[in-house]
């Protein structure tokens, strides 16, 4: 794994956009792994400027997502269909037509979570996934403990999971309690991964991220096997790291 890093959220927001907008230059029909959250909004913010300065189109670009909550409507503010149209695709010239977030409200999850497979398979594979980090190690809403070898699938969240996600609903009860998440298997098939990781709460996630064997009870562990990650974290990410 590669790691860059930098003085703090606006440095990495700034790197992780030259970043993704280079590999969106530099490939014919780029398709990105996309991922909500708060660690990717400035990442967002950046690319909306630089798409402004017609530096980047999106003309050409396919997106998934990393995941959905199960139970919640495109139209609800909560749902990430709603942040991924408020953050960035309301600000870009990509067509929606392209972009592809599982739906939490299909009738036949599980059917959605093979289809959602085949779109990406369909696509030609993923050639950039971003990712975040939870403070328990997960990726996508793969908790501790899930197998490697798991598709995109319907996953239970974790209770602190929950809790860290209750502050963007009126009461933690409104939290769902499941996903769909892109399984890790899936996002290791991703030609490249870009791992953001950024402030103190996560301080704990990288030093271990850094320092573990591999293994499913951390499932950002598996990225260790993965030939081309590269990993942006703030001087905030590394306080635990440097005092190692
Ligand atoms: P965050 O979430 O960016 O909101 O911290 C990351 C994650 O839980 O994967």
Do not use: W
């Not at 739906?103 to 497979?117: M, R, S, T």
């Not at 403070?135 to 070898?149: D, K, R, V, W, Y």
């Not at 209750?166 to 890790?184: C, D, K, L, N």
């Amino acid at each position: 794994m590669k790691i860059i890093q930098v003085k703090d959220y606006d440095a990495l927001s700034e790197r992780a956009c030259s970043f993704l907008v280079e590999r969106i230059n530099e490939l014919e029909n780029p398709v990105l792994g996309l991922a909500t959250g708060s660690t990717p909004e400035g990442l967002y913010k950046q690319i909306i400027k630089k798409y402004n300065q017609g530096e980047v189109s999106f003309q050409e670009v396919k997106t998934f997502n990393l995941d959905e909550y199960v139970g919640i409507e495109k139209t609800d503010p909560n749902s990430y269909y709603y942040f991924m149209k408020d953050k960035l695709f309301d600000h870009i010239n990509i067509s929606l037509d392209n972009v592809r977030i599982p739906n939490g409200v299909a009738p036949d999850l599980q059917q959605e979570c093979e289809e959602y497979e085949e779109a990406i398979q369909a696509a030609g594979g993923i050639d950039i996934q971003v990712l975040g980090i939870g403070a328990n190690g997960h990726i996508g809403f793969n908790e501790p403990g899930t197998p490697f070898t798991c598709r995109t699938q319907v996953a239970n969240l974790e209770t602190s999971t929950i809790e860290a996600n209750s502050r963007f609903f009126h009461s933690i009860e409104e939290v769902p309690t499941q996903a769909i998440s892109m399984g890790i298997e899936t996002i290791m098939e991703s030609k490249e991964i870009l791992l953001l990781i950024s402030g103190e709460n996560k301080a704990e996630a990288l030093a271990t991220l850094l320092t573990c064997d591999v293994t499913e009870e951390i499932p950002a562990s598996v990225l260790k096997k993965h030939p081309n990650v590269t990993i942006i974290a703030d001087e905030a990410a590394y306080s635990v790291m440097n005092q190692l």
